[in-house]
């Protein structure tokens, strides 16, 4: 049987995410042969341009970017699958244009031919594409037999619980949930799909998974950028739309879900849904007892000074935007029950990392007690030194009986080397060959608004805490956490990332 074409749809192809991300996941895909003959790309944007101008463009992006050596013959196959057409996205009028490039592309009928839509553009723009694509049925509900048609959405999936609501109903008018494709690039991060089978697939630690010996967990996605090119969107969302909303909820709901009965999409999803339904709701005051948000204002960053927020490009000057968020939640359920939960989250923070820290009970044996034995932890690192430590105590050498507590280390790369898939070469595969095990459902998007619409409410029109840019945080976080006689831990280096650097280097 003859393969179906497939016609590739970027809205927003001239963005910082399809140069950054996108186009190196193709050329990574074109590479591994995951790109079928009569697959094509057409890359859409409001600006105008050729077909060679835009290759080009993209073969220089592709050259920066991508995180392998780029073969040249394997970039002319990828740069000549790509097609750019110029659209207005709210001209309705001009999606006339857009099909006929398809038909083109295609050899027929659009609807003869796989068809993937990726909006890598604002969610207010989500609305005219859809609509524009069911009025000339370039969108359409799939039907067995017939060749697929899936829609791919960027975080953060509307602005608050109200506004994605809004846009699934609209968005679900076309697409069926199958067809649906809602992107957190965290879920195809090594690490992340690694907790999976840290704690389902060994015996030592999910028996102790639960609030019998676990103290606490912290969750830290630290960036030491500020907001780059991105002033305008950044000045809107603010980082507890931008990140804890989404990244750091999928985190937190992987590393405190129950077993699921299998590893297919719906049984993940199902159990991650009820980890969500079950953090304890919160009201507008006590969120403000919870809750930390931050500003940074100028410091110093690995030698070099840097602006405050409100001095960078297109950020209002009396912006009340957060960049810094640090908050406690807690679970109520029976495996986490009085169990807390620290997220916190920044830019211009002292060091970028990503890391999940679990920190075990301090019930020491009665031969211990006066000892110099701290807490067990594991800490998972996602970014950028991927892998996972897990620390002990131990005796020192000598006569004397004194304790230290040390780590046992395990490097990813290291073990399986640096060329692992990147997370948007997973997530664009997984869309072809329709597996939804990395992407959110709707009921996940929903829960997560529940909890945040109430947070972002409670904070309305009050300025956020200053913070140093190259620090971490305001100290207003810290007492957060230190009012439970808690303390933040790290991020810190392992001993195994003087071995990574060189090879990065190689």
Not at 31 to 51: H, M, N, P, S
Not at 161 to 183: C, D, G, H, P, W
Not at 463 to 476: I, L, N, Q, R, V
């Amino acid at each position: 049987m003859k393969e179906h074409n497939c016609i590739f749809s970027v809205f927003g192809a001239t963005g910082d995410l399809a140069n950054r991300k996108l186009l190196p996941a193709l050329y990574y895909l074109e590479q591994e042969g995951y790109l079928k003959e009569g697959f094509k790309i057409v890359a859409i944007a409001r600006k105008e341009k050729t077909d060679g101008q835009y290759r080009e463009e993209a073969a220089d992006s592709i050259k920066k970017f991508s995180k392998r050596k780029v073969k040249d013959d394997v970039l002319k196959k990828l740069v000549l699958r790509i097609y750019y057409h110029r659209l207005e996205f709210s001209d309705s009028a001009a999606y006339i244009g857009l099909k006929e490039v398809i038909e083109k592309l295609a050899g027929g009928k659009c609807t003869k031919c796989d068809r993937i839509f990726y909006l890598a553009v604002p969610s207010y723009f989500f609305g005219a594409i859809i609509n524009s694509l069911k009025r000339l049925k370039l969108a359409e509900r799939e039907r067995p037999g017939r060749p697929y048609n899936r829609v791919m959405f960027e975080k953060p999936f509307g602005h608050g619980l109200k506004s994605a609501r809004e846009l699934n109903s609209v968005i679900t008018k076309v697409f069926a949930e199958s067809q649906i494709y809602r992107i957190d690039h965290y879920m195809a991060k090594e690490l992340v799909q690694n907790l999976i089978v840290l704690r389902f697939a060994n015996g030592i630690f999910e028996p102790l998974w639960n609030k019998e010996y676990i103290d606490h967990v912290q969750i830290t996605v630290a960036e030491s950028l500020g907001v780059e090119s991105r002033g305008e969107y950044y000045d809107n969302a603010g980082a507890v739309r931008d990140v804890m909303q989404n990244h750091m909820m999928q985190l937190l709901t992987l590393v405190a879900m129950s077993a699921p009965k299998s590893l297919n999409a719906d049984d993940l999803r199902s159990e991650k849904v009820r980890v969500l339904e079950a953090i304890a709701k919160m009201s507008k005051k006590n969120a403000a007892k919870a809750a930390v948000l931050g500003q940074y204002s100028h410091g110093e960053i690995n030698g070099k000074k840097v602006i405050s927020y409100t001095d960078e490009e297109e950020v209002s000057k009396d912006s009340k935007t957060e960049t810094y968020a640090a908050l406690k939640l807690e679970i109520s359920n029976e495996m986490w029950k009085g169990v807390p939960f620290y997220l916190r989250t920044g830019k211009r923070l002292k060091e970028r990392a990503t890391e999940i820290v679990i920190v075990y009970k301090n019930d020491l044996s009665r031969l211990f007690q006066n000892s110099d034995a701290v807490n067990n932890m594991m800490v998972i690192r996602v970014q950028p030194y991927e892998g996972i430590t897990l620390q002990f105590n131990a005796k020192v050498p000598g006569n004397k009986v004194l304790i230290d507590n040390v780590n046992m280390d395990f490097c990813h790369e290291c073990k399986f080397g640096p060329n692992s898939p990147e997370a948007y070469e997973r997530l664009l595969y997984d869309v072809m060959i329709g597996d939804h095990t990395l992407f959110t459902s709707w009921e996940e998007v929903e829960n997560a608004w529940h909890i945040f619409d109430i947070l972002i409410g409670a904070f309305k029109g009050k300025k956020p805490h200053k913070y140093g840019a190259g620090t971490w945080g305001p100290e207003e976080a810290d007492k957060l956490i230190q009012g439970d006689g808690r303390k933040w831990i790290g991020p810190s280096k392992p001993a195994y990332a003087e071995q990574l650097e060189k090879m990065y280097k190689q």
